[in-house]
């Protein structure tokens, strides 16, 4: 099969991989429709974390192609969302609905297993981890959607959940890329009535404001800081949204949150010098991590296919797979908020 291949730092190209084939009961085989350019892959892009050589991406939607024989639920045919890690649903971690901390689970592209901007994918735990579509027939705008609910959608989400959103809220979201554009959306989902949005990119602020942001904020730092206390009348907000992972972004959540507001944290950590005591002094809270995808997305995934949501918008950039170079370099040089790669036949 043909497969996206990491080669190092800066360096991504599309290469053969042997063909994924079921090794135990529990897998199942999907051939892949969509696949994604996380975030997250940028920091191995951009050497800041290791990477093994070879398969990468965790982010996929696709068709099931063969099952494991203890695989009851899906059969060959059935269109899948598959959540950027496997679980098998039954750990503590899985049956309190943080299935990303599966003790038996892991992540797609993980270097064992081949990852979702490849044509095959072997699914582990596909019972537990592999979330069937109903229909048969989707149009682009759907498969976008479908492909934004494999992570960043249901991450983006996890930060709202986290920080306690509830109706009437004022939310600020500290970062304006395609998680916290999804945490704008998850913020209007749980009935934010302020969703202030953190951007300078007049693209993503039209976009933010699409999703449901009534609010943007241009500044950064300290700068940021003091925007936000003003246009809250020295309030600060209900909830922030920390959906970057820098210095900067979580010593501007923790600067914005009034006291006893929440912080939901998404944002990959690269925290070098954050002062807890911050948060302590103003008995802010904080909560989020590895968004737990399996548990969000078959409600989300009624949102979008009610038409309530459609964050497959974040795509603003998509190429095929002999052309994955370039959808690392269109994100690695903003010039995309996030790039999708089209495999092939939609069914």
Request: charge should be negative; hydrophobic fraction near 40%.
């Amino acid at each position: 099969m043909k497969a996206a291949i990491f080669i190092g730092p800066g360096a991504v190209k599309a290469g053969d991989r042997p063909d994924p084939v079921i090794q135990e009961p529990t897998d199942a085989i999907v051939r892949v429709v969509r696949g994604c350019v996380c975030g997250s892959d940028l920091w191995y892009y951009r050497g800041v974390n290791e990477h093994a050589v070879g398969s990468i991406g965790h982010e996929f939607i696709g068709v099931v192609e063969a099952i494991g024989e203890a695989v009851t639920n899906l059969a060959p045919g059935d269109f899948v969302i598959a959540p950027f890690t496997y679980c098998d649903g039954t750990c503590p971690a899985c049956r309190h609905g943080f299935q990303a901390n599966c003790t038996h689970g892991g992540a797609f592209g993980n270097g064992i297993i081949d990852g979702g901007q490849g044509e095959i994918v072997r699914a582990p735990s596909a019972a537990a981890t592999l979330v069937k579509v109903p229909g048969s027939s989707f149009t682009d705008e759907q498969l976008a959607s479908f492909t934004a609910l494999s992570d960043v959608m249901c991450t983006g989400y996890h930060a709202a959940v986290s920080a306690g959103v509830t109706a009437g809220d004022t939310v600020a979201v500290v970062g304006d890329g395609a998680v916290g554009l999804s945490a704008v959306i998850g913020s209007r989902k749980l009935r934010a009535s302020r969703i202030i949005a953190l951007s300078r990119n007049p693209s993503r602020q039209a976009l933010a404001k699409e999703f449901g942001a009534t609010d943007v904020v241009e500044e950064r730092g300290v700068d940021a800081i003091e925007a936000i206390m003003r246009v809250t009348g020295g309030a600060g907000v209900d909830c922030a949204l920390e959906c970057v992972g820098t210095d900067e972004s979580i010593e501007t959540a923790a600067g914005i949150t009034r006291a006893g507001g929440m912080i939901g944290a998404v944002g990959f950590p690269t925290y070098e010098n954050f002062d807890y005591k911050t948060l302590f002094w103003k008995n802010v809270g904080i909560k989020g991590g590895v968004a737990p995808a399996r548990q969000y997305i078959p409600e989300l995934l009624g949102d979008v296919l009610a038409g309530r949501i459609n964050p497959g918008l974040v795509f603003d950039f998509e190429t095929d797979l002999d052309h994955v170079a370039d959808a690392y370099a269109a994100m690695d040089e903003r010039r995309a908020v996030k790039s999708l790669i089209r495999m092939g036949a939609d069914r």
